[in-house]
C-alpha cells in the first residue's frame, strides 16, 4: 500500500528499496523514510505522512480544567475545538502548556477582547474574558510553534455564544517553554466549574 503526498512524496509499506520515480518523486520504505515525513502512534502503528491526528472527544461536564496530553515530538500546531461549553460562573477562561516538566504558570503574553474591554494576563493565554453563567459556546483555539529552538508558541483563537449574539476573541500572543510541548490544559480561572460539552484536540 502507498501513501502520497502533494510534494510528490511516496511512503511504500513493505521492502522496496528507496528510487527516483516519477521525475522527482521519492519513494521510501516505511524502514527508512525520513521521520518528518511522517508519525506514528504509541503503539507505533499508525503510519502517515504529515497527517492530521484527531484526539478524543473529551466532555468538559465537570471539573475547573481539562488537560489534553501526549503531544508527541515534532508537532507544529495545535487546535482545541469546543462544542456547547459552558461554566458556572463569569470567571475567566485560560489555557496553559506544558512540557514533561509538568504546566507552565508564567511567562504569557497576550490579550482577549470582547466589545471594547481588553483582558490582559501573564499566567496563562486569556481564552474567555468573562463569560454569562451557564451560557453556551462554539468555536476553537490555535497554537502555532513559532521558535523550534526556544520552544515558542503563538496563539489565536475565538467562541462564539451558541444563544446569543457575542463572540469573545483572544488576541495573538506568545509564550516560550522550558521544554518541548507535550500537554494542553484548558481551565476557570478560580473556582467555576465546566458544565456541558466537549472538546477535542487535533495536532499536526
Known amino acids: 500500500?502507498?501513501?502520497?503526498?502533494?510534494?510528490?512524496?511516496?511512503?511504500?509499506?513493505?521492502?522496496?528499496?528507496?528510487?527516483?520515480?516519477?521525475?522527482?518523486?521519492?519513494?521510501?520504505?516505511?524502514?527508512?523514510?525520513?521521520?518528518?515525513?511522517?508519525?506514528?502512534?504509541?503503539?507505533?502503528?499508525?503510519?502517515?505522512?504529515?497527517?492530521?491526528?484527531?484526539?478524543?472527544?473529551?466532555?468538559?461536564?465537570?471539573?475547573?480544567?481539562?488537560?489534553?496530553?501526549?503531544?508527541?515530538?515534532?508537532?507544529?500546531?495545535?487546535?482545541?475545538?469546543?462544542?456547547?461549553?459552558?461554566?458556572?460562573?463569569?470567571?475567566?477562561w485560560l489555557v496553559r502548556l506544558g512540557d514533561s516538566g509538568g504546566i507552565e504558570t508564567t511567562g504569557y503574553t497576550g490579550h482577549s477582547e470582547y466589545n471594547g474591554t481588553v483582558l490582559r494576563i501573564t499566567n496563562g493565554f486569556a481564552l474567555m474574558d468573562g463569560y454569562s453563567a451557564n451560557e453556551e459556546y462554539d468555536g476553537f483555539y490555535d497554537l502555532w510553534l513559532k521558535d523550534a529552538a526556544n520552544n515558542t508558541w503563538a496563539q489565536n483563537g475565538a467562541l462564539g455564544g451558541v444563544d446569543a449574539d457575542n463572540v469573545r476573541r483572544t488576541s495573538l500572543g506568545m509564550k516560550s517553554l522550558s521544554g518541548v510541548l507535550t500537554q494542553v490544559r484548558v481551565m476557570t480561572a478560580s473556582s467555576d466549574t465546566f458544565g456541558s460539552g466537549s472538546i477535542s484536540m487535533t495536532y499536526e
Open 1 to 92: 500500500m502507498a501513501k502520497i503526498t502533494n510534494t510528490g512524496v511516496f511512503i511504500v509499506e513493505g521492502s522496496a528499496a528507496a528510487a527516483d520515480v516519477a521525475g522527482s518523486s521519492q519513494i521510501w520504505t516505511k524502514s527508512d523514510a525520513p521521520s518528518s515525513l511522517y508519525h506514528t502512534d504509541d503503539a507505533g502503528t499508525d503510519f502517515r505522512i504529515n497527517g492530521i491526528t484527531v484526539g478524543t472527544d473529551t466532555a468538559s461536564t465537570s471539573g475547573s480544567s481539562i488537560d489534553f496530553t501526549g503531544i508527541p515530538a515534532g508537532v507544529k500546531r495545535v487546535t482545541l475545538s469546543f462544542e456547547n461549553v459552558n461554566g458556572s460562573g463569569t470567571e475567566d
